[in-house]
């Protein structure tokens, strides 16, 4: 009990930098900045207290007056692109419309920074301020939806899921251009007779219609448009489950 009052559980429990040492000569954001656009640039792997010292042109011992440990810069990037979303908009009209927007904001962070996903998957689930307010201004979205408070919580954490993955698919250069070329080789695997279900669902689907290269938010969209109703919708599940929490970045 007494380490736990001691020791702040985040980088956000205590003031921006340490009281010791001569006056400050750069700010926790400034830090922070520095940190998105190295990694950005190089990669997740590239920040180092080190390399990031070298960068701002000063000593590694500096920069701990403003950041504990280099996790601590990590949750502290995490949050500045949560920050990058626009959460001016008031809650209102149709809620699908307002999530499917707060949606291809997220993905589009995601591409932006490409690191941003593998942060996620090996820092849990450590909150900051922005994505705090994220996860309230989607559930604010989500006041008028069906579904219980575990659903919508849900449906946050299941729009932050396909935003990663679709923006991953994105950066990997799986658009939609060899779309007909992986159908057709399908097709012709199909029509071997080895695979009757396969065969069954591409008659019955039909040829599926041309890739739109400039559109490469269509599926993403269509498929939060289908999905989240059946989540919240009447019988969409039973109880409210776990739960989950959905960032921006």
Do not use: C
């Amino acid at each position: 009990m007494a380490d736990r009052e001691t020791r702040p559980p985040t980088v956000w429990s205590r003031p921006d930098r340490g009281a010791r040492g001569p006056a400050p000569e750069r700010s926790r954001p400034q830090i922070t900045g520095a940190a998105v656009a190295l990694a950005d640039e190089e990669g997740l792997a590239a920040v180092s207290m080190r390399a990031l010292a070298q960068r701002l042109g000063t000593g590694p011992a500096s920069l701990y007056r403003y950041v504990g440990s280099r996790d601590e810069l990590l949750d502290l990037m995490a949050d500045a692109v949560a920050g990058e979303l626009d959460l001016s908009a008031a809650p209102g009209g149709d809620w699908l419309d307002g999530l499917v927007g707060l949606a291809l904001q997220s993905k589009a962070a995601h591409l932006r920074h490409p690191w941003l996903a593998d942060l996620n998957d090996r820092r849990g689930e450590v909150l900051g301020p922005h994505a705090v307010d994220y996860l309230d201004h989607a559930l604010a979205i989500l006041a008028p939806a069906p579904g219980s408070a575990g659903q919508k919580l849900e449906a946050v954490g299941l729009i932050g899921g396909l935003a990663v993955l679709f923006a991953r698919r994105e950066a990997g250069g799986a658009g939609g251009g060899d779309r007909s070329d992986r159908a057709a080789h399908l097709a012709a695997v199909a029509a071997e007779g080895r695979h009757p279900h396969v065969l069954a669902a591409l008659t019955e689907a039909g040829a599926p219609p041309p890739a739109d290269p400039t559109d490469r938010d269509a599926l993403f969209v269509r498929l939060l448009r289908r999905l989240l109703p059946a989540m919240l919708g009447e019988g969409g599940g039973e109880g409210e489950g776990e739960g989950g929490e959905g960032e921006g970045g």
